[in-house]
């Protein structure tokens, strides 16, 4: 599969759960969206991603990715210590000059 480096970024840090990797691969503005949640700003995208990573230990397996202009779509599994482990997740992605805008986490 052939994924930006950005998003090969993302993954490998959220499988190393390493919050900071994870945050640097956003813009300074950047929004996250999950569970019901935005999240503004690397600052705020590290906490948050601190915090889930403790609360579910989750890592992902790029399943499928499809891109549209600047925007993106990656199926992953994601498994961890979350009810129902292992799910198949959307994250949709901006991405611009090699960094992530947005991203919307969808089940």
């Known amino acids: 599969m052939n ?3 950005v998003i090969k970024d993302l993954v490998n840090a959220q499988n190393n759960f390493d ?4 945050a640097n ?10 569970e019901g949640k935005n ?3 690397k600052t ?3 906490s948050w991603i601190e915090e889930s990573n ?7 397996k790029p399943l499928e990715y499809t891109e549209n202009g600047n925007t993106s779509v990656l199926s992953a599994e994601c498994s961890g ?8 997740l959307q994250f949709h ?11 919307k986490v969808t089940g």
């Open 3 to 5: 994924l930006p480096e």
């Open 19 to 22: 919050s900071t990797a994870y």
């Open 25 to 34: 691969c956003f813009s300074e503005t950047a929004i996250a969206f999950d």
């Open 39 to 41: 999240h503004t700003g």
């Open 44 to 46: 705020e995208i590290k």
């Open 54 to 60: 403790k609360k579910y230990k989750s890592v992902m």
């Open 81 to 88: 210590t979350f009810e129902g482990s292992p799910i198949v």
């Open 93 to 103: 992605f901006e991405i611009a000059d090699g960094k992530i805008q947005h991203l």
